[in-house]
C-alpha cells in the first residue's frame, strides 16, 4: 500500500495552472475552467454548444467566444423552436448583426439543425415536445453513436465538428496538460466521508422497523451498506419482510431521512465542509454516494455545499451499487476525466472496492462512528486520518510513481486533445 504523507498545515502547494491554449487570457481561460468538459443543464444550453461549433468554422475559437452574446441574441438565447421558424430574411439578419454576412450558409444550417433537432425528439424523447429529450439521449449513447448521428442528421456537421461537440460538452474525458488543475479531479462518498449520517440512516431504519414489531441490528445495518436505494430496500424486506413491497419500504425510509435533514442540525464531521471546499477550488469534485438523489440533494443543501460539485451521482442512477464501479465510472464521466485521473475519498470498504474497480486510487478516511475493518486500510491506496489531511497531486503522484498504468482501468475511453485554435 503506497500511503503518501499528508501536507502540513500551510505547506507551499503547486500553483494552478492551465492548458497552454487557455493560460494567459481571460475569455479562454473562463471557458477552460468553467465551461469546457461540463454538460449543460438546459436543451438551449445544449444546442447553443452545437451550433458554435456550426458557426465556428476557420474562426478562431476565442472569437466565437468573444461574439458569443451576440450570437445569443441574434438566435434567440438558441431556443430550438424559437431557432426552428427563422425564416431566409432572418438569417440575413443574423448575419448583419453577428458580422458573419459572408457566412450565411453556417447561419442557415443552424436554423435548419434547430428544425431537424425539433423533429428527432420524436425518436429521442417521449414526445415531439419533449425538450429534455436531446440532453437525456446524448448522455445515455455511446459517444461513438452520437458522433455517427449527429454527422448524419444534421447540416454542416462533419464528423470533426461532432467530435469537438462531444468533447466541449463532456461526453468523452479531455485531453489536458499535465500540469493543468483541471488534469485530476477527485470524488467524494457523502455518507461517513462528509456527513456523519450513518447513524441518522440507522435510527430510520431501527425506527421503521419498531414500528413494524421488529428489530434492525448492527449486522443488518453492515450487511446493506454501499447498497443503491433499491438494492437495500429489497434487502430489507428480504431479510425482515415489511409487507414485501420493496419501493414502499426505499419510499418510507427516504422520507424518513429527508425529514431528519429538513428538522435537525446535519451531521457534520468536523472540518470536512471546508476540506471538500479547499479541494474544489484546486480540483474538479464529484460525489459518488449510495444515498437516494432527493436524500443527496437536501443534505447537500443543509450544509452548503450545493453546487459545489460538477458531478453528483447517486447509484440509484446506474446499474448496481458499490462495491460495483458504477458509480464511479459515472462520476469520472461527469467530470470528463480518466477514472485513473481522479482521486476518490472513501470511508467503507465497499466504497474501496467499488472506486478501486472503477481504475481510481483510493483514500480511506476512517469513520470513528462505523471504523472500517483492518482489510480496509490494506486495500486503500492510501490513508489520512481527516479529511483536511487529503493531499489529491501526492496521491496521483505516488499511485503513478509505483507503477502503476495511468490507463489501465480506464475500460477503454480514449481522451484526445483539441486544437482551440
Not at 444546442?47 to 445569443?72: I, T
Not at 442528421?153 to 463532456?170: D, L, P, T
Not at 465497499?350 to 471504523?371: D, E, Q, T, Y
Request: with cysteine; charged share 25%; proline share 6%.
Amino acid at each position: 500500500m503506497t500511503t503518501p504523507e499528508a501536507s502540513p498545515p500551510g505547506a507551499t502547494r503547486r500553483p494552478l495552472r492551465r492548458c497552454p491554449w487557455a493560460d494567459g487570457d481571460p475569455l479562454l481561460a473562463a471557458y477552460h475552467d468553467h465551461e469546457r468538459g461540463r454538460f449543460p443543464g438546459t436543451e438551449s444550453a445544449l444546442f447553443e454548444a452545437f451550433s458554435l461549433d456550426v458557426l465556428k468554422g476557420g474562426l478562431p475559437w476565442r472569437e466565437v467566444l468573444a461574439h458569443r452574446e451576440a450570437f445569443r441574441i441574434a438566435f434567440a438565447g438558441f431556443e430550438p423552436e424559437v431557432v426552428a421558424r427563422f425564416d431566409e430574411a432572418e438569417v440575413g439578419r443574423i448575419g448583419r448583426a453577428v458580422g458573419l454576412a459572408n457566412h450565411r450558409g453556417r447561419i442557415r444550417a443552424v436554423t435548419q439543425n434547430a428544425r431537424r433537432l425539433v423533429t428527432a425528439r420524436a425518436e429521442w424523447g417521449s414526445a415531439p415536445d419533449d425538450r429534455a429529450a436531446f440532453g437525456r439521449w446524448l448522455a445515455s449513447t455511446a459517444p461513438e453513436a452520437v458522433v455517427a448521428e449527429l454527422a448524419g442528421r444534421f447540416r454542416m456537421v462533419s464528423h470533426g465538428v461532432a467530435r469537438s461537440f462531444v468533447e466541449s460538452v463532456g461526453l468523452v474525458p479531455l485531453g489536458h496538460a499535465p500540469d493543468c488543475w483541471r488534469a485530476r479531479g477527485v470524488v467524494f462518498d457523502l455518507d461517513g466521508v462528509i456527513l456523519d449520517s450513518e447513524v441518522w440512516w440507522r435510527e430510520v431504519r431501527e425506527d421503521l422497523l419498531h414500528d413494524h414489531g421488529g428489530e434492525w441490528s448492527e449486522e443488518d445495518h453492515r450487511a446493506i451498506m454501499g447498497m443503491s436505494s433499491r438494492e437495500w430496500a429489497a434487502e430489507m424486506v428480504r431479510r425482515k419482510g415489511l409487507g414485501g413491497d420493496p419501493v414502499a419500504v426505499e419510499a418510507e425510509v427516504v422520507a424518513r431521512l429527508v425529514s431528519l435533514y429538513r428538522t435537525r442540525r446535519p451531521p457534520l464531521i468536523e472540518g470536512a465542509v471546508e476540506a471538500v471546499s479547499a479541494v474544489a477550488a484546486r480540483h474538479p469534485v464529484a460525489l459518488a454516494s449510495s444515498a437516494h438523489p432527493a436524500v443527496i440533494a437536501v443534505a447537500l443543501a443543509s450544509v452548503g455545499l450545493e453546487g459545489t460539485f460538477e458531478g453528483v451521482v447517486s447509484s440509484d442512477e446506474v446499474g448496481q451499487g458499490k462495491p460495483s464501479a458504477d458509480v464511479y465510472l459515472a462520476a469520472a464521466r461527469k467530470l470528463a476525466l480518466r477514472p485513473s485521473s481522479c482521486v476518490a475519498v472513501e470511508d467503507s470498504i465497499s466504497g474501496l472496492r467499488s472506486a478501486l474497480a472503477a481504475g481510481m486510487p483510493a483514500v480511506l478516511v476512517p469513520n470513528p462512528s462505523i471504523p472500517p475493518p483492518r482489510e480496509a486500510y490494506e486495500l486503500a491506496t492510501a490513508v489520512v486520518s481527516r479529511l483536511a489531511d487529503l493531499d489529491a497531486d501526492a496521491v496521483l503522484d505516488a499511485h503513478q510513481a509505483a507503477g502503476t498504468d495511468p490507463q489501465a482501468h480506464d475500460r477503454g475511453a480514449a481522451g484526445s486533445t483539441i486544437a482551440i485554435a
